[in-house]
């Protein structure tokens, strides 16, 4: 993403970065830094070099970028190093150990942040996001460098600088969405204050150039709370974009789980999955390559508690107190009591660090003992902003994981899914800004929407956030739950070793099921679909990821 800035340094000519690949770049790199050289690229890569030259021996040097939108898996035995993309690769060796991890399975359980370099197999670890490894005659080395991001304070004179700034950073994270994304670019549209404002502006760079872009979604008309066909319509309308709308009704969640698109990697199971594939391979039906996503919007923003917090670290008392009396005269007390911000301030003028986390309820007895609390937060970094679980929902393993699994299902599909929100100067920058700037009267996303300023209607740039798939997932919920039943009590499970039986059992059984009871339902489902794909004995599931459905 950044080959301008280097291009002299590595002696290449101007028109070098036109036809240079990444991969070639990576080795000029190389040449001209070595181990250095790869953390001053900034990009969704990850780098395996094997390099013969040194007379000590051959060295072998794995890289993941600080964002880890891709990810890297390897395995040290006492004769070689295997490395691949995906874990699941790596059992195809005949020596591998397909022995699963109990430690991670139980976080998994858990619904526990990762904090460390495991996987779900035992054998196999995962390259953490920035980490290096060397691999020499003489062993393994792992290092990596503290994230710089999010280090300083920015603040600005008044608040359209703000908006300018986040405008300007944006339309550069689409720019680098784009490198060599082909005649037609593909963008996966909601009516929310993310991927619209991306589509705004990657409609803007490729209708100058002559190329083309088309908005994809679903339409939900059967589940009114959850579809956004108009406004949808209305924002691609307003961009001058193509338009796509795909029927979703038909591809509910949990529909048809006995053949199910298991990824072998992970039981991680997006519920949705069936829609976002329907519109990855009309993406690629399409001619499209690239498609792009606005889903990492949301990690990038300060949750609202911190509000007033750090308009009261900034010194700004009248702000503080004007919107106590605004809240009060809007709620009473009864909202004041319940504002997120209040309690965010009063959080922070008593020290108050939080509670100490314990292991959830529904752990077996056995699975408690397995779960232990973190040595710390990941990153490392978050303890020392000042709004730690904001940096680590912009930064932690979740959020990058998360991507590179998604790539495992675009790419099956033939598309390069590429996310302009995980970009590194955008998420310094609101990591940056006081979080107060981020919400106006009501309104969530306040920078996003005061950029957009002519660039969407207004319908879109001042519509509360809408859409939630809540309806939508609670339906095939409902619809699904005989056979989820059906899978979760057949003799050869394995979920009851880390939930404990009765807990789900009454979750199973409940005539209005909690979020988290359904949740934890569908993690334990996901799970033995899983543990069945990973068995052989049921190929239906790894069609899809074998390439056959």
């Known amino acids: 993403e950044n080959r301008e800035r280097h291009r002299g340094a590595l002696g290449l000519p101007p028109e070098a970065l036109g036809t240079f690949s990444d991969a070639a770049l990576v080795l000029e790199a190389w040449k001209r830094w070595g181990e250095d050289g790869l953390k001053r690229l900034n990009g969704p890569i990850v780098v395996a070099i094997s390099d013969l030259r040194d007379p000590r021996g051959p060295r072998t040097v794995l890289y993941r970028e600080p964002l880890g939108r891709r990810g890297l898996h390897y395995l040290p035995t006492s004769g070689a190093l295997l490395v691949a993309t995906e874990p699941s690769a790596l059992l195809a060796a005949p020596f591998v150990s397909s022995e699963l991890d109990e430690r991670w399975l139980t976080q998994y359980f858990a619904l526990s942040r990762p904090t460390d370099n495991r996987t779900p197999f035992s054998a196999i670890r995962k390259l953490l996001p920035g980490e290096c490894l060397v691999c020499t005659p003489d062993g393994i080395r792992l290092a990596r460098e503290p994230l710089e991001l999010g280090r300083r304070s920015v603040r600005y004179r008044n608040e359209a600088d703000y908006a300018d700034r986040f405008r300007s950073l944006l339309d550069q994270a689409v720019e680098r969405s784009l490198i060599d994304s082909g005649e037609r670019v593909g963008i996966m549209l909601s009516g929310g204050m993310d991927s619209g404002p991306a589509a705004a502006l990657v409609q803007r ?22 579809d956004e ?17 795909l029927p979703g009704a038909d591809k509910w969640p949990f529909r048809d789980l006995q053949s199910w698109p298991v990824n072998p990697n992970s039981p991680f199971a997006n519920a949705f999955r069936r829609v976002k594939l329907a519109v990855y391979r009309a993406a690629a039906r399409d001619g499209c390559g690239v498609i792009l996503n606005g889903a990492s919007g949301d990690t990038l923003y300060p949750h609202p508690s911190h509000r007033l917090a750090d308009a009261w670290r900034d010194g700004l008392r009248g702000f503080v107190l004007s919107e106590i009396v605004r ?23 008593l020290g108050g660090r939080g509670r100490t986390r314990s292991a959830p309820i529904w752990l077996t007895a056995r699975a408690r003992r397995l779960w232990k609390e973190s040595s710390g937060p990941w990153p490392p970094e978050s303890a020392n902003h000042p709004r ?12 990058a994981d998360g991507l590179s699994e998604e790539v495992f299902f675009a790419g099956r599909c033939g598309i390069d899914r590429r996310d ?4 590194a100067d955008l998420i310094d920058f609101l990591l940056s800004i006081p979080s107060y700037v981020c919400y106006r009267d009501g309104h969530t996303k306040w920078l996003a929407r005061e950029s957009m ?7 879109t740039r001042l519509r509360p956030r809408g859409g939630l798939l809540t309806e939508f997932f609670d339906a095939g919920y409902r619809r699904e739950l005989p056979a989820m039943k059906r899978l979760l009590m057949a003799p050869t499970v394995a979920w009851p070793v880390y939930v404990d039986h009765a807990w789900l059992m009454r979750a199973l059984d409940a005539p209005e099921p909690s979020e988290k009871e359904k949740l934890l339902v569908w993690y334990c489902a996901a799970f033995e679909l899983w543990q069945r794909a990973l068995s052989g004995e049921h190929p239906e599931l790894l069609q899809f990821a074998r390439g056959e459905a």
């Open 420 to 423: 302009p929100f995980r970009d």
């Open 205 to 226: 760079r490729l209708s100058a150039e002559g190329r083309t872009l088309t908005a994809y979604s679903w339409s939900l008309p059967e589940y009114p709370s959850a």
């Open 327 to 349: 809240t009060a005269g809007l709620s009473g007390l009864i909202g004041l009591w319940h504002d997120p911000g209040l309690r965010g301030l009063g959080k922070h003028l």
């Open 388 to 399: 730690p679980d904001h940096y680590q929902a912009a930064l932690d393993q979740w959020a």
């Open 229 to 245: 066909t108009a406004e949808i319509a209305a924002c691609a309308d307003h961009i001058g974009c193509g338009l796509r709308l």
């Open 453 to 459: 300023r002519g660039l969407l209607p207004e319908s």
